[in-house]
């Protein structure tokens, strides 16, 4: 596969091997709406990685390489040492790629899933099974699974390239831009997500994103601490999402990156059921709904430290909870509507006032407009702090706040 230095030129842009998989991908949707699509690409997207990673370690044991002389190439508990998934007979890509043309490759698709969900606890109720459904043209499935047998994408190689991670954040970015409004329903553009985590640099310690979407701001967090001289591990993850096909997104964009999560038992609405409900993290990194009307209430909340929040307008109650669950020495990142920095409806001005003058704001971050797909207005950043930052640390952050304004990008 080029590389994006061996792109050549589409309309005079460079275009690399992500958009040009894209492109082909993209050809042969047909009439399915993006929304059902996205799931149906990625979810083979991640199959061919895990079973990529397998047939690599596989080739290891059958070489006698394996942890003991004599290792068993069909001992499943050999891959999990490895952290490598375990990908039985019936979903390894040879297999599936070998029924790619014949008329039941949904059947084997949805077989194969449910067998690497047995046999992979980590992925139970999260991997995609409706491939036979009649809405999807199975000759145009078979293309698609060609088309992707074309890259490797597990390997140790394209590991270290990190070639899964871009060709499933350039998806994601794709078909947020294709969904338009309900794609910022599971994706926050990435130089949002850079600059959150750039400014508050979570280098250890524990990270909670209640309406974590696709999860887009942990995969960043984890690659901050890498790049910083870090380990994958140093910080510990905690998501929810409302959402059940976004939550099975966040799973997966993260299990393909070894990275370890605790999105608890199920999706659920943050206010109605906190599933982290004793957790104080040291960092709160998010991009809740917008100006959110149709979201539960509880007069008495543990939450509603700085006021009751209005029930036409979610975007204190979010901003409490974030409070609420940030470490003494904790640091609080997220987007919100303009509107939040000036709005005095419904009490919100008293809220604003009181948490002010709890000295928990440390930095305010205003927006251009046209960076997100759910809104076209702009928007801000808040930045809270129980435990202020040093003057060093603040002239750093300020100092990214001013590269970034100068490099937006989409």
């Given amino acids: 596969m080029a590389s994006t230095k061996d792109s050549k030129k589409n309309n005079g842009a460079v275009i690399g091997f992500e958009a040009k998989l894209w492109l082909a991908a993209d050809k042969l949707r047909n009439n399915m709406d993006a929304a059902e699509y996205k799931h149906v690409v990625l979810g083979l997207i991640f199959l061919k990685y895990i079973s990529d990673a397998f047939e690599e370690m596989r080739a290891k044991l059958l070489s006698g390489k394996g942890s003991y002389e004599g290792s068993d190439p069909e001992d499943a508990d050999e891959y999990r040492a490895e952290n490598v998934f375990w990908v039985p007979k019936e979903a390894r890509w040879s297999h599936l790629q070998a029924s790619a043309r014949q008329p039941t490759i949904g059947k084997v698709l949805d077989d194969a899933m449910v067998a690497v969900e047995r046999d992979n606890t980590r992925l139970k109720g999260v991997l995609p099974k409706d491939y036979a459904r009649p809405g999807i043209d199975k000759h145009r499935l078979g293309e698609l699974i060609d088309l992707i047998g ?119 609405d943050t206010f109605r059921r906190d599933l982290h409900k004793d957790l104080r993290a040291q960092f709160v990194i998010a991009n809740p709904p917008f100006n959110d009307s149709d979201w539960h209430r509880a007069d008495e909340d543990v939450r509603w430290a700085y006021g009751v929040p209005p029930k036409g307008n979610a975007n204190f109650a979010w901003v409490q909870h974030f409070i609420h669950h940030l470490a003494a020495d904790g640091f609080a990142g997220f987007v919100l509507a303009n509107g939040s920095m000036s709005s005095n409806q419904s009490g919100e001005g008293e809220i604003r006032k009181a948490i002010v003058e709890a000295d928990l704001v440390d930095c305010m971050v205003a927006l251009p407009g046209q960076l997100f797909y759910s809104t076209q207005i702009p928007v801000c950043l808040w930045f809270l702090s129980k435990k202020k930052m040093t003057a060093s640390s603040a002239t750093a952050a300020n100092r990214l706040c001013f590269w970034t304004h100068a490099r937006w990008e989409r």
Avoid at 170 to 192: D, H, M, R, V, W
Avoid at 225 to 235: M, S, Y
């Fill in 150 to 268: 074309t890259i490797g994408l597990g390997d140790a190689a394209n590991r270290s390239k990190d070639i899964l991670g871009r060709v499933y954040e350039y998806f994601l970015t794709q078909f947020a831009s294709a969904e338009g409004k309900n794609g910022g329903q599971f994706y926050t553009p990435n130089c949002i997500v850079r600059l959150i985590v750039g400014m508050l640099s979570p280098y250890k310690g524990r990270i909670y994103d209640p309406c974590c979407g696709s999860g887009g701001m942990f995969v960043q967090s984890e690659k901050f601490v890498v790049e910083h001289g870090g380990r994958i591990g140093d910080i510990a993850i905690y998501g929810q999402e409302s959402n059940s096909t976004t939550r099975r997104l966040a799973i997966m964009n993260l299990a393909i990156r070894g990275i370890e999560a605790d999105f608890g038992p199920e999706q659920a």
